[in-house]
């Protein structure tokens, strides 16, 4: 069936790596992503990665793909105050459709100084 | 380029009530998605229309519906309303070229209480 599993709580100290992690079970997922939510606010589509790749970086965000244990993580360096948010992990495919979002429930980043 | 705005932002109706909600999607956007965000929770697919007709649904039951008009904007609609459909509704547009990757904007949401 279709889950996406996320820890729900991260603290971490200004300047600090973060890291965010995600499990998925649907192997013919696709696409992963990571959105961003502020209070508020809807989701913000921080990056994806298309499931041929094992890494992606765009500035400060890195996304490590390991297909064979369906396992993705986000890592956001030297993190900032404005990092604090739920970060969510989301997958789709042929499955379910490629438009279709199964999203996890939600790491809540909390930084501090 | 206007993002896209959803209406109202928050809404109180009690139960057994219909409640509407409203989406205007990005400009040039033909495609429209809308989700159900419970609190604590991720949002979950609710149903999908592309150029007004219904384009996968997710498991939810048919008291909810939808519409999508000519120039793309989008109603949700719930009938019977359920103490369980207190969440966050949101609504995302995308550009559907035929590609199986269209990113999909969405909006603030609406907040939905049912007492």
Known sequence: ?113 | ETGVTQSPTHLIKTRGQQVTLRCSSQSGHNTVSWYQQALGQGPQFIFQYYREEENGRGNFPPRFSGLQFPNYSSELNVNALELDDSALYLCASSLSRGGAYNEQFFGPGTRLTVL
């Open chain 1, 1 to 113: 069936g279709e889950d996406v599993e996320q820890s729900l709580f991260l603290s971490v100290r200004e300047g600090d790596s973060s890291v965010i992690n995600c499990t998925y079970t649907d192997s013919s997922s696709t696409y992963l992503y990571w959105y961003k939510q502020e209070p508020g606010a809807g989701l913000q589509l921080l990056t994806y990665i298309f499931s041929n790749m094992d890494m992606k970086q765009d500035q400060r965000l890195t996304v490590l793909l390991n297909k064979k244990d369906k396992h993705l993580s986000l890592r956001i360096a030297d993190t900032q105050t404005g990092d604090s948010a739920i970060y969510f992990c989301a997958e789709s495919g042929p499955r379910g459709g490629y438009n279709k979002l199964i999203f996890g429930a939600g790491t809540r980043l909390a930084v501090h100084p």
